[in-house]
């Protein structure tokens, strides 16, 4: 199915509160997907030179004061946000869709500062949105309608896979696994590289080895129709190497990971309190 262009779901104008490592990696991807520069205004109060280069190109950076937008997209860091969500509160009640990626901050949050009638979309990306492979779940409030959630699925689309939530409780179940996954798959090579250190090979190679794995696995699994499972089984040949290194991972991974999810996400319920 072709991707919603950005103008088909109603992106005629966009402001861009806080433009850092993950709001510069959607800016990035909607130019890319061909928004004008000319509807969008960005407020970051340290801009980067990638990003005065992008306010050179056409870009609104830093208005006195804000014109009115089909969305607003919130990307400063949670600590930001009460300093921050303010400069926002000019396009309250003028219809203004607020998409916020910050994680932490409920809906409910957003509410209080902006009234409930506010439609208010809430996402969790993760990190490999910054080469445009992450994956984004959403969750809207009672006023945010359905072309607008699609608005926001298609603003996130710029840096990955949109997926939508049944209800707010399962953010804290997305940032554990999908939020704070990458790290996992990142000390998943660590581990091993140190393995493969441990079993005679320099520290380099078995780094190397470990990184492209991981990447070529990813990369297959993301590309193969079969799910994770089959390609298990495909090169698992009974009483093999990988039989046997299976034979010792298996019994403890599926255990160590339900608690590692379950850790990062009571992590993001305590956060929410
Ligand atoms: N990175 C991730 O993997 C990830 C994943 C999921 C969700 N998120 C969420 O995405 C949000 C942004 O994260 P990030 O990693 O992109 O952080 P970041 O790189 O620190 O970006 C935040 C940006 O907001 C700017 N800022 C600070 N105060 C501001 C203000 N008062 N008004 C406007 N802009 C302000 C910061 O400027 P200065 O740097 O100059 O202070 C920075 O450019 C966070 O809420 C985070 O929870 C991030």
Known sequence: ?????????????????????????????????????AVVQVIDPY????????????????????APAAVAVIAVKPQMMTQAAPRLAVLAGQGTVLLSIAAGTPIAAFEAMFGAGTPIIRAMPNTPAAVGRGIS????????????????????????????????????????????????????????????????????????????????????????PEPAEQLRVNVTSPGGTTAAGLGVLMPELSDLMTRTVAAAAGRSRELAE
């Open 1 to 37: 199915m072709a991707k919603t262009s950005l103008a088909e779901a109603g992106v005629d104008s966009l402001v861009l509160l806080g433009c850092g490592k993950m709001g510069g990696a959607m800016l990035e991807g909607w130019l890319k997907g061909g928004l004008s520069p």
């Open 47 to 66: 801009p980067s030179g990638w990003l005065k280069a992008q306010a050179a190109r056409g870009v609104t950076l830093n208005p006195a004061e804000l």
């Open 137 to 224: 779940a959403l969750i809207g409030n009672a006023a945010a309608t359905e072309a607008q959630m699609a608005m926001a699925e298609a603003l996130l689309a710029a840096v990955g896979q949109t997926v939508r939530l049944d209800s707010e409780e399962q953010m804290h179940a997305v940032t554990g696994l999908s939020g704070s996954g990458p790290a996992y798959v990142f000390h998943m090579i660590e581990a091993m590289a140190a393995a493969g250190t441990a079993a005679g090979l320099p520290p380099d190679l078995a780094m190397r080895l470990a990184r492209a794995t991981v990447a070529g696995a990813g990369a297959l699994a993301d590309a193969s």
